[in-house]
């Protein structure tokens, strides 16, 4: 589980969302369901995440925040040297869960269905 310190420490204040979407977009792609999330493609990039935060409020253990990812994706084919597919990226968007917890800083990534 990745670790948000920086947005632990940002709670309550006006630097949230800010540090929150920065804290995500660090993130390799495999700490991140965004394979799971796919609508277009076939494989997940992270090479261009970009992340918005919709909302977050304090639960009773765990801090929640619901973003929306953009992403891009491809359509993986066969990478023979003959293969005439283009390998072009496709956008892809998806909303996850984010639950923080204010003792260790752990964070689970969620997937949600829009």
Known sequence: ???FADSLRAWGTPDFNHVLK??????????LPLQQGLS????????????IVIGAAEKED????KV??????II???????DPTPIDENNEYCVMQ??????????ALILLAD
């Open 62 to 65: 765990h801090i929640r925040a």
């Open 68 to 73: 929306g990812i953009f992403y891009t994706s």
């Open 22 to 31: 920065t804290d995500i977009e660090k993130l390799d792609a495999s700490q």
């Open 40 to 51: 277009i493609g076939s494989y997940a990039l992270d090479n261009k995440l970009n992340v």
């Open 98 to 107: 984010v639950d923080i917890d204010p003792v260790t800083a752990e964070a």
């Open 1 to 3: 589980m990745p670790k």
């Open 76 to 82: 993986a084919g066969c990478s023979c040297a003959d």
